[in-house]
DNA sequence: CGATGACTTGACTGCTGTCAACGTGCGTGG
DNA sequence: CCACGCACGTTGACAGCAGTCAAGTCATCG
């Protein structure tokens, strides 16, 4: 199943806003999920009004209630530090999902804020968890999308740990163009909807040296960046820079199950 | 429910090998399921015989097909980064679930070898995905257990992104402390099952200065380590060290469900 | 048009990695 | 039992990458 599955779904024109037509259709949870079941998906769902430049989606320690999947724009979640110190700790673009960090304790352990316009999807889990029991595909999808995030940090542990300053911004930048490409955007031209700060906030450098990085990035033929506009000229040598596996992930590779 | 409700399981005679008395029991997969489920659960889990020294348990690449529990003993999880260069992920102590980022992909992304002679539990994940579907704690358990780790990545993430090579040696070693607790050992000895040069790998330092920090420590009296052997004198300055909230949980906090 | 915030660039410092030598404990074999 | 080898760990010297401080540029917005 290469194409997109539209067809296989009923009229979208009887659903408001449904999970269907809502882009994270092959992204987010949907997969394994048959007509009926995405309705009754789509029932639990809230679609809220979009957050503004710098809202709080959800802010530390709120009580956890919902997931959320991003639809459009971008969320940045972070902690402080005692110090009040900001820790940046990930970026999320459409079609990913917020808050699985907090199931365990009940409480929201990071805050979630827009960098831009964004609008959400709520997810209220207590009905997710009831849906995920009676619709055996949708368990599997939460599952797999947990492991996914589990595996997606273990990756940025190692960036963290290993990599040097120049090789964790190669790998940031070729980690965003996949995950522009997935959504469907450009996987060579893109607008970083985050503050240079918050990105060297985030890789565990220091601004300057984000910003150095780009220049000589830029010098080195790589890429092109104008303020927030980033446009790869050649991929292949950043991944190389990045030192990483970057292993493009050509359609987010199958589903395991059997 | 703040006291152990031990009484509210059935004679654990009755039980081979079974959960309840694995030492698991509170700390795995186990909590809000009744007798009858456990049963249930508890027969889908194979017991393997022990690990030695240096074995694996997968490697990377291997088929996912189950979830292990560290039952006794340690172990390391790890990849090799394309040039040979080894990239430890982990350490997983008793009560540990293994194997959680291999879901999404249906295979192993790290191998998992032991430190010493380990013993674990074998959890076949589709019997465990069945099972879920029809015991709701099971469920909600496995969802909390994978929030955890998600959890536990992010903080290592700002270990490894913001903090110096002394906070993030002393983290480090309150983290294994907590970990030591819970499990029902002293929190203030213990001893390392890893290697210097593991430590350092795990941590992004030089073995060097893994070890140098060691004596450090030892000199400005925080703790006292004899090789593998580690004495915490000054837990709570340790704490303080780390620059982190070592908000020490006391019972692994409460559970969220209603 | 000026103010403000974001970004860039430069100079300098220091933490931590690298290289290297040495110490220590343990297992093996004479 | 002792000598040896080997892996692991400790300590020292030195260097380089990236952080900090500081100044300057650019874009956006009131």
Redesign the interface.
Known sequence: MPTRKLEKVVSLKDIKVACQQCSLNEICLPVGVDQQELDRLDAIIDRKRPLTRGEHLFRVGDP?QSLYAVRSGSLKTY?M??DG?E?V?GFHLPGEIVG???????RH??AARSLETTSVCEIPF?DL?TL???I?GL??E??????????D??Q???I???KSAEERLAAFLVGLSNRFRRRGFSATQFNLSMSRSDIGN???LALETVSRLFTRFQNDGLLRVDRKHIELLDRERLCEFS???CAQPTSR??H?Q?
């Open positions: 956890f902690t530090s005692e110190q820790q700790m699985l960090d907090a199931i365990a304790g009940g352990p990071l207590v968890e995920s029991a009676q055996p368990q599997h939460l599952l797999r999308v947990m492991s996914q995030e589990i595996r940090d273990e940025n542990m190692v963290l740990g290993q985030y890789l565990g030192g990483a596996q590779s199958a395991p059997a």
